[in-house]
């Protein structure tokens, strides 16, 4: 009888142990979660920052094409097929997503003329990102949030309004 009141005892401190190491396992599961998590959201800003200055450049090169007499763009199908001057010219090859959103719908920057000058997120959130960035490195730095991360161009008041470049 001695023997089974022995197995027993040390049966509830074998069934304690395990209890504490699914514990630990459990806490540092928690703990790489939340790794995982920025690891993704740091993905997600490099992507918003590559994706938004290929949008710019895209802007910048059709407004410079030489049969667009200095206009901006109206949408994004302009910029992907630009059919001006008779010539097929592709600025941009396709229409990104946002990487926040997953969505191809962008916010949209308009000067007081109503020209399109820029693109920014319409993600939510606050940027983990502060430093690093090739372009508006100091309105990228301070932003409180994605919508702050403006991919634009320069403001062009003598440029033609967008009903004279249709």
Known sequence: MTTHKRSLTQGGFTY???LLALTAVALSLLKSQD?????HRQQQEAELLFRGEQIREAMRLYRIDEHGNGCF??????????????KTRYHLRLWFTDPLTGQKEWGKIFDDQHRWIGVYSKGTGKPLRKEGF????????????YRE????????P??????ACR
Do not use: H, Q, Y
Request: aromatic share 8%; glycine share 6%; charged share 35%.
């Open 16 to 18: 304690l142990l395990l």
């Open 149 to 156: 991360w403006a991919f634009t161009l320069e403001k062009d």
């Open 35 to 39: 790794t995982i998590k920025m690891r």
């Open 158 to 163: 003598s440029a033609p309004l967008p009903n």
């Open 134 to 145: 090739v372009k508006d490195s100091e309105i990228f730095k301070e932003a409180k949030s």
């Open 73 to 86: 763009p109206t949408g994004f199908e302009e910029l992907i097929r630009d059919t001006r001057g008779g």
